[in-house]
């Protein structure tokens, strides 16, 4: 799910594009995607509107009308596309499974603009103002916003007994961090994802909006180096791998003391942590006690077995292809389909090692024994 850097990187590379064309047409091709609102009266309104602002507030893009305002939000994976003019859109619509699939397009006094999501979560609509947006108006503080800052976001932790792990994720308290962003600021912060918010001692506090201001400013840089393709929905995805050092690595070393990172559910999300880094002294009485019985050993659990890990891909796939699934069961089951890839790439990588060893094993018994041609004719 693109969060605040992928966004921000889209507006930078949209604002050129966009801004300053008059809209001479809105084609919404398939009604969901304005929901609740009715795709005619969000087409003949924005008709003949001018794109003034190019901007971005938490997880939206806000386009900024001479008269009223365009949000679209991307959801579990919305993506703009941008057509140098309609006959290109129509052809590229037109090439069988390999066509692109557009629910809205704005077509400008000069290019178009796109607006898809094959799974339908992502929304566009039009308001006659910012206020008359209950999105926008939910939205905390922007966590890259000059408000941001320790003091402000102090307030807020004390204010909290949630875990830091949903603080973070709290859209209204700071608008912005997703599921990625907030396991890699708290792995950065060496904080325990399970501590309560209020908690934090003022030094830790600081050390934790420190983290965040630097995960998402090395993301953002890596979102917009090279920057962001409207062709390929996962540009954003692919970016993200040369700093995560937490999100999406269960069972690597953690890249600070070489623990094993371990992988947790946590309000029905995938947590990313270093046990040895970032868990709390207080934390971890606590849960010997309650959580872990005294039988349990989890250093001796059974390594994933690479066929039951393969077919429960296949059935996630298979339930994201479901056109009934909500977003919150998608966003789940998108997650858990990432981890369970990395776990097949890591048990193949493995074998393939251990078939490495054996053959050369056997290739140094065969060369140190001399040939017989008689046990050569009866075998």
Known sequence: MPELPEVEAVVRTLRPLVQGRKIRCVHVLHPIATKPQDPAQVARQAQGRRIRIVDRQGKYVLLVLDRGLLTMHFRLDGQLL??????????????????????????LDKGVLGFADRRHFGHLHLW????????????????????????????????????????????????????????????????????RANTLKPR?????HKAIVSVLARALECCLHPAPNFRDPEWWFEGLERFLRAYGREGRSCRRCGEPIRRMAQGGRSTYWCRRCQEWAHQRIRTDRVNTPATKKPELQKKPDFERSLARLEEVVRRLESPQLSLDDAMKLFEEGVALSRECQKQLEEAEGRVEILLKRADGKLAAEPFDPERETES
């Open 128 to 195: 006659k103002s910012v206020d008359d947006c209950p999105g926008l108006n939910a939205l905390g503080i922007d966590a890259l916003s000059r408000d941001f800052t320790p003091h402000c976001f102090a307030a807020l932790l004390s204010a909290s007994k949630r875990p830091l792990k949903d603080f973070l994720l709290d859209q209204s308290r700071v608008a912005g961090i997703g599921n990625i962003y907030s396991c890699e600021s708290l792995w950065q912060a060496r904080l325990d994802p399970r501590r």
């Open 204 to 208: 830790e506090a600081r050390r934790l």
């Open 82 to 107: 941008w057509f140098s003019n309609g006959q290109e859109l129509r052809e590229r619509a037109n090439q069988g499974e390999n066509g692109v699939h557009v629910d809205v397009a704005l077509e």
